[in-house]
């Protein structure tokens, strides 16, 4: 509860990956870093560090707690029978993407031009330890604006079920004539299965722009 009220928090698309989001140089810290969620004011360039690590890869099914709890009968009912059922190996991430944000200073500014979706961008080396970068703003204190930062993270696609929900139909020229639901006809013997990204979320780290603060 602690850490909810501090937005020392993160999402993910269901999987459990493992962030952690934090500017390394807040000003007066003695060392101490400044975790997601964290708010300061400062005129140096921050200095930030990602770094995540994978969720674990899943076993296919449900382990035996779960069938003895519900039954495979309900299990396949609600959840196709498939559960969190991790293995001891991890998956590896793939890249971490970093969004900046600038606040408007005044009424109708442009908000177009203030989100950098990414700002950066870095391609991970296959590694189940996970991955760790480290970058700067350097134009932090050249633009003298305030500005917040947050992180995404991802994993491998994988098929998921109920991934692909809307189905098109197509003609000719391969154009969607005709959107159905998924499950159809079919009902429960369709899995909807469909390709995603797994990925993670940051809190923001709100940096305000002050001169003379260090």
């Known amino acids: 509860w602690a850490a909810l009220q501090r937005k020392e928090v993160y999402g993910t698309t269901g999987q459990r990956t493992l962030l952690w989001f934090e500017l390394l140089n807040p000003p007066g810290s003695r060392g101490k870093t400044l975790p997601m ?16 690590v994978g969720s674990f890869e899943q076993k296919p099914g449900c382990p035996d707690a779960s069938v003895e709890a519900l039954g495979a009968a309900d299990l396949e009912r609600i959840c196709k029978g498939e559960c969190y059922n991790p293995s001891d190996r991890r998956r590896p ?23 950098e979706d990414p700002w950066r961008s870095f391609v991970c080396e296959p590694d189940l330890a996970g ?22 993270v991802f994993e491998p696609p994988i098929q998921a079920v109920n991934g692909d929900n809307l189905r098109c139909e197509r003609d000719a020229e391969g154009n969607c004539t005709k959107v159905t639901l998924c499950p159809g006809d079919e009902g429960n013997a369709d899995d909807c299965l469909g390709e995603k990204e797994p990925r993670a979320w940051s809190s ?8 003379g603060k260090r």
């Open 131 to 152: 991955c760790t970068e480290r970058f700067a703003d350097p134009k932090f204190a050249e633009e003298g604006r305030d500005a917040v930062y947050y992180a995404r």
């Open 37 to 52: 969620g964290g708010e300061v004011e400062m005129s140096d360039p921050p200095t930030f560090q990602v770094r995540a």
């Open 93 to 115: 991430i793939t890249r971490i993407e970093v969004v900046k944000i600038r606040p408007q200073r005044e009424e109708g500014e442009v908000v177009g031009p203030l989100i």
């Open 204 to 211: 923001p780290i709100f940096v305000d722009f002050g001169r």
